[in-house]
C-alpha cells in the first residue's frame, strides 16, 4: 500500500468547513523547503500478514500566494509479507496549484515490479463557488464533475494553520486527492491541538531553521466521501508548524502504521515580491 503525499504538502493536506466567528489572523507565507522522511513499520502495532515495511518520502514546496505552489514528492515503499514475498513501490507527484485555491494540475507516476508503470495527469479548476471540473488528460481523456465545497491540498494546509492560529480545535472538510483517482475526494475531520513552542521537540535535522517556530499537534482522518460516520481509511498525526513545514509523522493504516522520523531539511529562497 503507497504512502499517502497529501499531508505533506502535501500532506499534507488539510482544512476547515467553517472558522472561528472572529476575524482570522493574517496569513503566514509557507516555507519554500525541501524534507527527507524515513519511513519504518510501528512495532507497537499489529500487522497481520506484512512482517516488515520500510522508505522514504522526499519532499519539496517553492512559490507563493501571488505566482501559486508548486511541489514535487517522491515516495518509495518496500514490504515482505508473512510468506516471503516482497513488494516495492514508487510514487511521484508533481503538482501546481493557484495561490487562491481556484487551479490545481498535476502528474502522478506509480512504478512497480508487480504492476508495470502507470500515470494519472488532470487540470483541476473551479467551476462555481461549490464544484470542481477535472480535466483528465492521463490515462484517458475525460471531463469530470466533482460537487461540493471542495478544497485543494496546499488551501487545506493554510486554512488549517489558520484555524490553529484563531483557536479552532475541531474542524470538518471535503479534500481533492486526485494521485490515485482523478474523482478522488476524502471527508476529512482534522482535530488540532494548541499552539506549542518547544524547541526540543523540533527535528534535529530542522532545528536550526524551525527552533523557535509555533506548531500545532494535528490528527486527521481521511474518510470515503460520504463515508464520515464509520472506520477512517486512514488516519494521520503530525506536527504542523506555522510556516506549512511538517514535522514527525504517524500513518494509521489500521491494519498497521508507519512512523515517519525527518531525516533531512533545508529551507529554499523564498519567492519575493508577494504581498498576500
Known amino acids: ?56 518520502i522526499q519532499y519539496e514546496i517553492t512559490g507563493d500566494a501571488c505566482a501559486g505552489f508548486t511541489t514535487l514528492t517522491r515516495q518509495t515503499s518496500r514490504s515482505t509479507t508473512g510468506d516471503g514475498a516482497t513488494l516495492s513501490q514508487e510514487v511521484t507527484s508533481k503538482a501546481w496549484e493557484d495561490g487562491e485555491g481556484k487551479a490545481y494540475r498535476f502528474t502522478s507516476t506509480t512504478k512497480s515490479a ?57 474542524l470538518e472538510a471535503k479534500v481533492y486527492d486526485g494521485a490515485s483517482d482523478p474523482a478522488r475526494v476524502y471527508d476529512t475531520l482534522t482535530v488540532i491541538g494548541r499552539a506549542t513552542t518547544n524547541p526540543e521537540r523540533v527535528p534535529a535535522a530542522a532545528r536550526a531553521a524551525l527552533g523557535a517556530s509555533t506548531y500545532f499537534p494535528v490528527t486527521v ?42 531525516a533531512d531539511f533545508k529551507a529554499l529562497k523564498p519567492a519575493e515580491g508577494c504581498a498576500r
Open 114 to 170: 508487480e504492476d508495470g508503470t502507470s500515470e494519472i495527469e488532470a487540470n483541476v479548476t473551479r467551476d462555481g463557488p461549490e464544484a470542481l471540473k477535472v480535466e483528465v488528460t492521463k490515462p484517458k481523456p475525460a471531463t469530470l464533475s466533482i460537487a461540493g465545497k471542495v478544497l485543494m491540498p496546499t488551501e487545506h494546509v493554510s486554512k488549517v494553520i489558520a484555524a490553529g492560529t484563531a483557536g479552532d480545535r475541531v
Open 1 to 56: 500500500m503507497p504512502v499517502r503525499s497529501r499531508l505533506i504538502a502535501s500532506g499534507f493536506g488539510l482544512a476547515a468547513v467553517a472558522l472561528a466567528a472572529a476575524p482570522a489572523p493574517a496569513a503566514v507565507p509557507l516555507l519554500a523547503h525541501k524534507a527527507t522522511y524515513r519511513l519504518v513499520l510501528d512495532g507497537s502495532k499489529p500487522t497481520g500478514q506484512l512482517e516488515d515495511m520500510h522508505g522514504e
Open 221 to 262: 482522518s481521511y474518510y470515503e466521501q460520504g463515508g464520515s460516520g464509520g472506520t477512517p481509511e486512514y488516519v494521520m498525526s503530525f506536527a504542523l508548524y506555522d510556516n506549512g513545514v511538517v514535522g514527525d509523522l504517524k500513518i494509521d493504516y489500521g491494519k498497521f502504521a508507519l512512523i515517519g522520523t525527518m
